[in-house]
DNA sequence: TCAAAGGCGATTTGAATAAC
DNA sequence: GTTATTCAAATCGCCTTTGA
């Protein structure tokens, strides 16, 4: 194939370059295909070619009135677009972009509507929209350009919005997914990780000794009979035994997928911010208050920040965390030094790879490689279980989503596998002398904690039976007990959570309205303490509560320990705890079936 | 020779900020 | 306090390329 033309910058004008010389990120492929067959690069095309280039650099270098230079990345995204609106204009011969006249811009709009698009029948309004917005920012640059589209394009919105397809939001990933790919990555970050890159500096040292002595394909021929006698960890989980060396590629770049994936989910970054990371960025600080130390993650944040290169952030990285990132210093050691970069996620761009460093250019990691490497690889790695019959898709950005709900939610039940990280992040999150500076992330969090204690407010005031003490007193209280969801509910609720600055405890048994004087779990100055708080230390405080949600937990603890009774090889001191057990258990359930009797409750 | 990495284009989503 | 607008990514499927 014949070389690809990039864009050359003989033809611009020397001011628009401004003093940094040609930008190199700057450089789009310009050959691409046209409707009839031909090139965009090709000699008919010069004109409209000429001017979409002019248009890009200007967004760059004289940008619209009243705004910061263009990112590199939001100008890929123009480039995008343009070709996308090049090749609508070749097929419906509309010249220049001068001629983008309303009428044109009208069947435009119109092609877009009609357009399918990635998974139904229309196409999102932020796709359209990202459209027109293109042409409009074009538009908006005209006095600046020879040839550009002399009217700005109606807003998508104001098409109809039935014309486009709402949204939903990213998911976060389900605790029986999360916990057992979290688990995981954190297991296979121990021992098998240091085995793993022994295995690697091994074959390193083979080829060192056999090269002098063998080449070519007797060369390889060696190293692989060598390696074949060397134990690799998982090995039973890679298909092919015979291909030592691609086995030993695969369990590297698994650690990096484990690295990731540990970071992602204990530390809440986005994916673009982790895999900006480098060499050296874990920072040890200790707190004013109490000399306690903690150690931060060190990076950079662009998406938010006004300034070029984005703004440096710190972010509580617990001790898996650093653990990974150690890892990932080795893993990229040779590579590091190999292209004298210090991102921590470098990669050769070649394709059956290599377990060592070869001829290859060297680049950083994207995160669509992370995502594809996250499902198609490492969930099957780790044998993640299925959800609801079916395989969860992984994306980068479930890490931070799941992250915020497993810091701002007290239910922690269903991550007990994780609870000691989780639980050091947090208390030093909510810590006054925190200096973590990703803000954004600590609203997210607080949104999580908000919304579960609305959630558990509404049950609460609605439920017919409750029970618990606290939660008797609250229900007896609610204008709206047995009644269904109604707008006054929320109002309510949104009244007393403004009143109070009240935050439930949820968990499996129960709620917690937490007060500190009356808690029996002995808890802190915010919330429950996580160590006592048992189903038997709740069951007689004052701050608790209960709904027929719970019920199910309280039926199954009951059952469980009258079996528990009934056997013959129980020693006294636990058939008392089974007792006591048992009358706890009935106790509560006895209140929620009052309720359902009459109506009211003691 | 070929499995598989990952680049690339197209589309979708998130969130800060501006406008109402 | 909402809604609209804009910038900045993230996601996803197709397709080319290549080390073993």
Redesign the pocket.
């Known amino acids: 194939?014949a070389s690809?033309p990039t864009s050359t910058f003989t033809q611009v004008p020397a001011p628009l370059l401004g003093n940094e010389g040609v930008p190199a990120a700057m450089t789009?492929?310009w050959?691409?295909e046209m409707p009839d067959g031909s090139r965009f690069s090709d000699d008919q095309w010069t004109l409209l070619r000429h001017a979409a280039e002019l248009f890009l650099l200007s967004?760059r270098h004289d940008?619209?009135e009243?705004?910061?230079p263009?990112?590199?990345?939001?100008?890929?995204?123009?480039?995008?677009?343009i070709?996308?609106l090049a090749?609508w204009m070749a097929a419906e011969n509309v010249r220049r972009f001068r001629d983008l006249d309303q009428d044109t811009v009208g069947r435009f709009v119109a092609m877009l509507r009609a357009?399918?698009?990635?998974?139904?029948a229309?196409?999102?309004?932020?796709?359209?929209?990202?459209?027109?917005?293109t042409i409009?920012?074009f538009h908006?640059q005209r006095d600046k350009l020879d040839d550009a589209p002399p009217t700005a394009p109606p807003?998508?919105?104001?098409v109809g919005?039935r014309q486009w397809?709402?949204?939903?939001?990213?998911?976060y990933t389900p605790d029986e997914i999360a916990v057992p790919l979290i688990s995981g990555a954190i297991e296979l970050l121990g021992d098998p990780a240091d085995q793993i890159i022994a295995l690697r500096d091994r074959l390193a040292d083979l080829y060192e000794r056999l090269r002098p002595r063998h080449q070519g394909r007797m060369l390889?021929w060696h190293i692989?009979r060598a390696m074949l006698a060397e134990p690799c960890p998982c090995a039973d989980r890679y298909?092919?035994p015979e291909?030592p060396?691609?086995r030993l590629?695969?369990m590297l770049?698994r650690l990096g997928d484990a690295c990731f994936t540990v970071i992602a989910y204990l530390v809440g970054a986005?994916?673009?911010?982790i895999?900006r990371l480098e060499e050296g960025c874990l920072e040890r600080r200790a707190t004013d208050e109490d000399g306690e130390e903690h150690v931060y993650l060190v990076g950079t944040?662009?998406?938010?920040?006004?300034t070029e290169h984005?703004d440096l952030h710190r972010w509580l990285a617990p001790e898996p965390v650093q653990r990974a990132i150690h890892i990932l210093e080795r893993l990229s050691a040779p590579l590091r030094e190999l292209s004298g970069e210090k991102n921590l996620w470098l990669?050769?761009?070649?394709?059956?790879?290599?377990?060592?460093p070869?001829?290859?250019p060297v680049?950083?990691?994207?995160?669509?490689?992370?995502?594809?490497?996250l499902?198609?690889?490492l969930a099957p790695f780790l044998a993640l279980p299925d959800h609801q019959g079916g395989t969860w898709?992984l994306?980068?950005?479930?890490g931070?989503?799941t992250f915020s709900r497993f810091i701002g939610r007290r239910d922690r039940t269903g991550l007990t596998a994780l609870q000691r990280h989780l639980g050091h992040v947090h208390r030093a999150m909510t810590d006054r002398a925190y200096v973590g500076t990703d803000?954004?992330l600590a609203?997210?969090i607080d949104e999580q904690a908000a919304e579960e204690t609305r959630k558990a407010l509404e049950d609460l005031l609605l439920a017919p039976h409750v029970a618990g003490k606290a939660g008797v007193m609250l229900s007896e209280r609610s204008p709206f007990r047995g009644r269904t969801g109604s707008g006054d509910v929320d109002a309510y609720i949104t009244e007393i959570l403004a009143e109070t600055d009240m935050r439930l405890g949820v968990c499996d048994w129960g709620y917690c309205l937490y007060r500190r004087e009356t808690s029996a779990c002995l808890g802190g100055e915010r919330e429950p303490n996580p160590v006592l708080r048992t189903q038997s230390t709740c069951s007689s405080c004052a701050n608790f509560a209960v709904t027929d949600r719970h019920r199910p937990v309280w039926e199954a603890r009951l059952e469980r320990n009258t079996a528990l009774t009934q056997r013959d090889d129980l020693d006294a001191e636990s058939r008392a705890l089974a007792e006591a057990r048992i009358q706890e258990s009935l106790r509560i359930l006895a209140q929620l079936d009052k309720g359902n009797a009459d109506g009211v409750r003691d």
Do not use: C
């Open positions: 194939m690809v789009f492929n050959g691409f967004l940008p619209p009243g705004r910061m263009l990112r590199k990345e939001t100008i890929r995204g123009h480039f995008s677009h070709r996308f090749r357009r399918p698009g990635r998974n139904g229309l196409l999102s309004l932020s796709t359209a929209e990202g459209h027109l917005g409009r920012t908006m807003r998508a919105a104001s919005k397809k709402p949204y939903g939001g990213h998911p390889h692989r298909p092919n291909w060396l691609r590629a695969f770049d986005r994916a673009s911010e895999l944040i662009t998406k938010t920040s006004l984005g990669q050769q761009l070649g394709r059956g790879r290599s377990p060592l070869t001829m290859m680049a950083r990691l994207r995160s669509p490689m992370v995502n594809v490497r499902n198609e690889r898709r994306t980068t950005y479930q931070r989503k803000f954004e609203e997210l």
